[in-house]
């Protein structure tokens, strides 16, 4: 893919101990003899904003030299590889299930993708090529392989990634670095013929949320002697984290059966889990020593939830990746669902854009996300697919709900 796209500045958009933790592993923090080094993070009054290639610079959101409105410009069908739509920063790739938003200076936005099939990771960067950063070993039968991929909670200085995999055995979380192999973190969470996606996130605090799921027995979400249903808290080398609700279990929240995604508003108060469950598709809010039994929101036409991103601080919505689109709640300030939600990406829009699939979702400033597509898994692929994808809130609506 050889498109170029121009990026303007600022913008009014973006102890091993306890449960069954005898995977988990020591070892060192520190990438040693890494060279990729990302910009400083952008500010939320700096964030980048993608822009029309061709759209005169300056002009003003929506205006040509006149002043006078214009109505947007369709966007060429992709030609191959060659995708022409100005949020899209890698393509022909396969079932990217997992992303993680790079911190950068905000210029040329990037992000690490993962294929859930393959077990590759690549580097997707604004106007260049895709290029290769790890490979994972993973068994991608039923609903598994891999599903997650997170930084770590101090990644400018350790330059880790943590992936959530299904291995031959089981299901477990494993970091790497760039030109290192991967190393087990937690391992023995339970395998089945379905249930094995998983979720990882940052909890903002130095720890590691690992959502995980029921592999095919509901009865486990409940079990606290299980790994398999649950929202852990993990440190980085897979110990129970302070402050767990149990200072020796790693499990934090439990009741999940297919999770689709975690996200956290960005100050960290708010935390959300999506599943997959055999009634509707549920939404939580994730609190500590909670049970997950009461959703926030739920889809009863099961839409197929997955990735989410809070905008909620920015303009009070929060958005959940889905196979028909963006699923966009409003969340009033104190973190509840006020209404029925949104759906844009979804081909019905001015211009009428869709990416079809979208699954693995992840930001990378508090006004600006990036989203996986899963198109070549039981979607409607089109030349350029699967395709990792800029998610700016301006695409999200805006303005809270009310109760």
Sequence with gaps: MRTRYRWSAPLALLACGGLLLSG?????DTAAGQSFSPAPVPSPESPPQVQDPGDPSGDDQGQGHS???QSPTPIPPPQGCKDFDKAVIATCLDTVAA???LPGDGSTPAALAGERKSGRVVLATAGRDAAPFEQLDVVATGDGGLTSLALSPSYVEDQLVFAYITTATDNRVVRFAKGQPPKPVLTGIPKGATGNRGALLSDGRGSLLVATGDAGNPA???????LAGKVLRIDTSGGPAAGNPTASSAVFASGLHAPGGLCTSSDGKRVWVTDQTAGPDALYRVQAGQPLSTPAWTWQDKPGVHGCADFADSNGILAVASSVGLQNLPVNPDGAITGKPTVSLDGKGKPPTTYGRLAGMSMISPQLAVAGTTNKDGGKPVSSDDRVVLITVS???GGLGKD
Excluded: I, N
């Design 67 to 69: 002043g006078q409105q």
């Design 24 to 28: 988990c592993a020591r070892f060192d």
């Design 395 to 397: 695409e999200t609506g």
């Design 99 to 101: 992303v993680a938003g």
């Design 220 to 226: 486990s979400a409940a079990d606290p002697k299980s």
